[in-house]
């Protein structure tokens, strides 16, 4: 596709529920990111992919949040039993990983545990 | 562990004032230097970069960001702001060689009519 896509858009999710947010990447993009933003704060690295190996998982918060990439294209962010601290936008990120660093941002999944 | 500063939360101004932000980021090693804006409901949009090379980078939109290793910083500038540059704007390092961005915490622009 021209852009990343990242689905749903908006998400809201009781207290202990389960959540799974998409990201799809640009055609052909080798590297995948996942960031969190808070509110008033910048995007924190979550996890990175490179194809459909996991290389960096250092950022997740907890091992309530799983990220995979089974095909090296589309990537999926789950998180188990939410918590109000969970309550954040998702960002996700492509880049052709040729060295150009030319990172595509998705609009981002805004979720909200009530 | 690398992290980037943004020095304002919130810039208020007029249009056709002069715009900078600073950023100031704590790595010693070779960086990469980028400033992302983000407009209001869209996605984070990559302004311009720095990689090497002449240490003063011109960008979209009429932005340019000026690279001072001795001070760590890597200030955005705008001679002349309009209206539609009021965004939230990201300052951002890449450890050479390595893969994730780190963030600033992000400056708020509102330019006034």
């Known amino acids: 596709g021209a852009g990343v896509s990242q689905s749903p858009r908006y998400k809201v999710a009781k207290r202990g529920q389960d959540v799974a947010l998409r990201c799809d990447p640009i055609?052909?993009?080798?590297?995948l990111f996942w960031y969190q933003q808070a509110l008033g704060q910048g995007p924190e690295f979550l996890t990175y992919?490179?194809?459909?190996?996991?290389?960096?998982k250092s950022g997740l918060p907890s091992d309530r949040f799983f990220a995979e990439r089974p095909e090296g294209s589309v990537s999926t962010l789950k998180i188990q039993r939410t918590q109000q601290e969970d309550s954040a936008v998702y960002l996700c990120?492509?880049?052709?990983?040729?060295?150009?660093?030319?990172?595509?941002f998705g609009s981002g999944t805004r979720l909200t545990v009530v | 562990a690398q992290s980037v500063s943004q020095h304002n939360h919130h810039v208020i101004l007029s249009e056709a004032a002069s715009l900078e932000l600073g950023c100031n980021y704590s790595?010693?090693?070779?960086?990469?230097l980028f400033w992302y804006v983000q407009y209001p409901g869209q996605h984070l949009q990559l302004l311009l970069k720095?990689?090497?090379?002449?240490?003063l980078v011109k960008g979209i939109k009429g932005f340019e960001a000026e690279f001072i290793k001795s001070k760590f910083s890597f200030n955005l500038r705008k001679p002349s702001v309009q209206w539609s540059d009021t965004a939230e704007y990201f300052c951002?390092?890449?450890?050479?060689?390595?893969?994730?961005?780190?963030f600033g915490g992000g400056t708020r622009v509102l330019v006034k009519p």
């Open positions: 951002a390092a890449l450890q050479a060689a390595g893969n994730k961005l780190t």
């Open positions: 992919f490179q194809n459909e190996a996991q290389l960096d």
């Open positions: 055609s052909g993009h080798v590297s």
């Open positions: 720095y990689f090497s090379g002449d240490p």
């Open positions: 790595y010693g090693g070779t960086v990469n």
């Open positions: 990120a492509s880049s052709s990983g040729q060295g150009d660093y030319g990172y595509t």
